[in-house]
């Protein structure tokens, strides 16, 4: 999920400085490929792999050992842009509509505590407005849960705050629920129909229960150094159960902003930020670089896995990187690595 921009208040710009090498005249502005190896040196992670995408072909690069390329990963939150890209295309054949509430779509579901689906609209459940609990919050993603276990646990919990932003996994618990019941199939179902299969993402898929990852893949490690590559995804469900790889990530985030799988109102729509303050769209979020350049996509943490994919708003130049562990522990380095990728080199 997105820090709530507290990235964006960094002091990204003298960050930038100080990562750049020396040079007999002037500072050199750093590359991802120096940037990268600081995820692994100063960022605490065993391995970091990037993988950028633009009309010239890509690039990749890698630091540390035991990752790789076509290396299938947990992706965590970024399911929720595949989510979010379903509904709205629900929304495009007036199958459901963003106003209607969570009641219409899912009867009696949401009560308890203060929470009432009849006040509850599709469009909150994407902007991350409902109000609604965050179940992850009481299980730290460790406990497998069915989705209607997930949304009664959020449920024993008042809202907070209704209206205005607050990340909660549950409301892409209840677009998951959705979709089933728009469409008589899972979510999963839908997605293969609908992206996996029609944009050729061949590492993309959503595992259910199975608790093993595709070959080929690397290890993963909590914080500690413990081995979790194997890892039950009912923890996250509809709101991170995705497992992918760098190109496929890639693949989607340039298709989806390049207007390939939505129409342009219902883009603009997902990109569109006043719910919630500037901070997230719908299955995505904007992130302004110190140069003044905004990059637009989502990060994705599971335990054992952090994933951000960044793109320009036509997804012509994307950048996916990885690492093979829960997080970054420098939050410094990762604006600095989008900043070094998307901002111009002046010298």
Same mark, same amino acid.
Not at 19 to 26: E, K, Q, R
Not at 185 to 193: F, I, P
Not at 261 to 272: F, I, T, V
Not at 285 to 293: A, D, H, I, R, S
């Given at each position: 999920m997105p820090s709530l921009r507290a990235l964006l208040v960094l002091p990204v710009s003298l960050a930038l400085l100080a990562?750049? &090498?020396?040079?007999?005249?002037?500072p050199r502005p750093p590359t991802t490929d120096t940037v990268l190896p600081l995820l692994v040196t100063r960022g605490g992670a065993p391995a970091a792999a990037l993988l950028v995408r633009d009309g010239a072909g890509s690039h990749y690069a890698r630091a540390g050992t035991g990752i790789a390329r076509d290396d299938h990963f947990r992706a965590g939150s970024m399911t929720? @842009?595949?989510?979010? @890209?379903?509904?709205?295309q629900l929304a495009e054949e007036?199958?459901?509509?963003?106003?209607?509430?969570v009641e219409q779509h899912l009867p009696g579901l949401v009560r308890g505590a203060g929470n009432d689906g009849r006040t509850i609209t599709l469009r909150a459940l994407l902007t991350h407005t409902s109000g609604l609990h965050d179940f992850t919050a009481d299980t730290k993603g460790l406990v497998p849960l069915s989705p209607r276990q997930a949304v009664r646990m959020a449920l024993t919990h008042p809202p907070a705050h209704p209206g205005r932003f607050s990340y909660s996994n549950t409301n892409y618990v209840l677009l998951g629920m959705v979709v089933r019941q728009v469409t008589g199939?899972?979510?999963?179902?839908?997605?293969?129909?609908r992206i996996i299969a029609p944009l050729g993402l061949t590492g993309t898929s959503f595992p259910g229960s199975r608790m093993s990852l595709p070959s &080929?893949?690397?290890?993963?490690y909590a914080a500690d150094g413990t081995d979790v590559t194997e890892l039950d995804p009912r923890v996250a469900g509809a709101a991170g159960e995705l497992v992918t790889t760098l190109t496929d990530l890639d693949r989607f985030y340039a298709a989806l902003l390049g207007g390939r799988?939505?129409? !342009?109102?219902?883009?603009?729509?997902?990109?569109?930020t006043r719910a919630a303050h500037g901070l997230y769209g719908m299955g995505l979020? !904007?992130?302004?670089? &110190?140069?003044?350049?905004t990059v637009w996509g989502h990060n994705g943490r599971i335990l054992g896995s952090y994933v951000r994919t960044a793109a320009t708003v036509d997804g012509r130049r994307v950048l996916t990187y990885r690492v093979n562990t829960t997080a970054?522990?420098?939050p410094d380095l990762e604006p600095a690595l989008l900043a070094a990728e998307f901002c111009p080199r002046t010298s």
């Open positions: 990562l750049a &090498p020396a040079d007999s005249t002037a929720k @842009t595949l989510i979010a @890209t379903l509904v709205l007036h199958r459901l509509k963003l106003s209607d509430t199939h899972s979510y999963a179902a839908e997605a293969e129909r &080929p893949h690397g290890r993963a799988l939505l129409l !342009p109102r219902r883009l603009r729509e997902m990109r569109d979020y !904007p992130e302004k670089l &110190p140069c003044g350049t970054i522990t420098d």
